[in-house]
């Protein structure tokens, strides 16, 4: 068996693993490789291999970078079959028409052709076919296999048999427990281990109890407006069933809430519609008439007019929108007008790239470029670590325990360089087990 890496490496996005066994050839994920302009330009070159020889694709997620080069795959060639677990396939199909249209402001900037239009997207959703957790997928001499990663709704780790042999693609792990999705699962034995490593050198510091009721009570308090820029999946139903809580139990004032977030409207409704992969204390509220992403005060906002009308409407208020990095969407028209604010607050809940406008406004810059105006930075900046999807390091060390008498290598992808090196060395220090960041394009015989 062969496993070679054409994304992911010394980077959190772009993910895509080919791997091998005598003529079969089937990849794990084909994201998008994402920058400080939204994607990067090598996202427009050639696959590194023949299109048309792949014979599946699995899918880890829905997120852009595990996604968002699948549409290009079809239009260049693949004829295969794509297989995830059903919300997955969903949530894949909006957030990659959503993302079509940003493209082509990217293409535009780069004078470079449409990475792919809506008719890919639409060829693409013919050939994915969404599988349950368990359920065994034959691709030849492949058996392959989705867990739960506890990620995002719907999230799998792809386990992989052939040849007598097995390797467990992570994904993204969860940072459990989390509400709604449930626990990521364990994998007792494997021979090689392709984990991801975001947050491989770092902890993620418990918030503070009732942290999120305090932001809130104290920019109402202030009069200003709490703005948090969120991403459309999880983040924000995450944040919505949070928010829900405290309405619900009358823990903060009842102010107007705006989900200003086309996509995470249409997002949240797939969430409803997959009700059996909720964990068991979600269901248990919902058999309480708990309408969940639900509450007296928010307000969803669909067209553009809506949006604007946000304005209109005095402080305090919390709106919530795109995108999480404040790299794009509406949340910038927000920040433009409130980032001058002393009186106002922006809650980051989620991971910000380096180079991303989000990450610029966390380390503490006090002037910023919003469409291409300067934006003074005057406003409280906060950021709530435990809102992250994603496994810190020592969840990372836990999931990997089970595996490690049988281990005989794992591979550090999905995350910066001096994040996956931290946890290479973690892992050899205190787990005993080879680890290494693979060279991207080298072939590793398995």
């Excluded at 062969?2 to 994201?31: H, M, P, Q, W």
């Excluded at 048999?161 to 390797?167: Q, R, V």
């Excluded at 969120?230 to 009358?250: D, P, S, W």
């Excluded at 009700?275 to 553009?304: I, S, V, W």
Aim: charged share 25%; hydrophobic share 35%.
């Amino acid at each position: 068996m062969k496993l070679t890496f054409y994304g992911g490496v010394k980077e959190v996005t772009g993910a895509n693993y080919l791997l091998e066994s005598g003529d079969t050839r089937i990849l794990i994920d084909c994201g998008l490789h994402q920058a400080g302009h939204f994607c990067s330009e090598h996202n427009w070159d050639s696959f590194p291999y023949d299109t048309k020889t792949i014979s599946a694709v699995f899918i880890t997620h829905a997120h852009i970078d595990h996604t968002g080069r699948l549409p290009k795959l079809v239009k260049d060639g693949f004829r295969g079959k794509v297989y995830s677990t059903p919300p997955t396939r969903d949530f894949a199909n909006l957030l990659l028409l959503d993302s079509e249209h940003v493209l082509l402001e990217s293409a535009e900037h780069f004078k470079k052709p449409a990475l792919y239009g809506v008719r890919e997207i639409e060829e693409l959703m013919v050939r994915w076919e969404g599988v349950t957790y368990h359920q065994e997928i034959r691709v030849g001499p492949f058996k392959v296999t989705l867990y739960n990663a506890g990620h995002i709704l719907g999230s799998s780790i792809v386990v992989v048999e052939a040849e007598g042999k097995k390797i467990v693609f992570s994904g993204d792990l969860g940072n459990t427990p989390a509400p709604i999705i449930g626990p990521t699962e364990q994998i007792p034995e494997a021979d090689y281990c392709v984990i991801e490593s975001a947050y491989g050198d770092r902890l993620h510091q418990p918030a503070p109890e009732g942290m999120l009721e305090n932001i809130i009570e104290e920019t109402i308090k202030a009069g200003g407006v709490l703005m948090i820029p969120a991403f459309a999946m999880e983040r924000t139903q995450k944040l919505l069933f949070e928010i829900n809580e405290l309405v619900e139990n009358g823990r903060i004032p009842k102010i107007p809430v705006f989900l200003d977030s086309p996509l995470a409207i249409k997002v949240t409704e797939v969430y409803k519609k997959y009700k059996d992969y909720f964990d068991e204390a979600t269901m248990n509220l919902l058999r309480g008439d708990n309408m969940l992403f639900d509450f007296p005060g928010l307000k969803k906002t669909l067209t553009t007019e809506e949006s604007k009308k946000i304005n209109e409407t005095p402080p305090p208020k919390i709106i919530i929108a795109g995108s999480g990095m404040s790299q794009g969407g509406r949340i910038l028209h927000h920040e433009k007008r409130y980032l001058p604010d002393p009186k106002s607050t922006i809650l980051f809940i989620g991971y910000q790239a380096k180079s991303s406008l989000g990450r610029k406004i966390l380390d503490g810059e006090k002037m910023v470029k919003i469409h291409g105006e300067k934006v003074s930075v005057r406003c409280r900046v906060v950021s709530i670590e435990e809102y992250s999807a994603h496994a810190d390091q020592r969840q990372l060390l836990e999931w990997l325990l089970p595996m490690r008498m049988s281990l005989k290598k794992v591979f550090a992808v999905q995350g910066e360089e001096e994040e996956s090196s931290a946890l290479v060395k973690k892992i050899i220090n205190d787990l005993a087990v080879h680890a290494e960041i693979p060279e991207e394009k080298k072939v590793y015989e398995l």
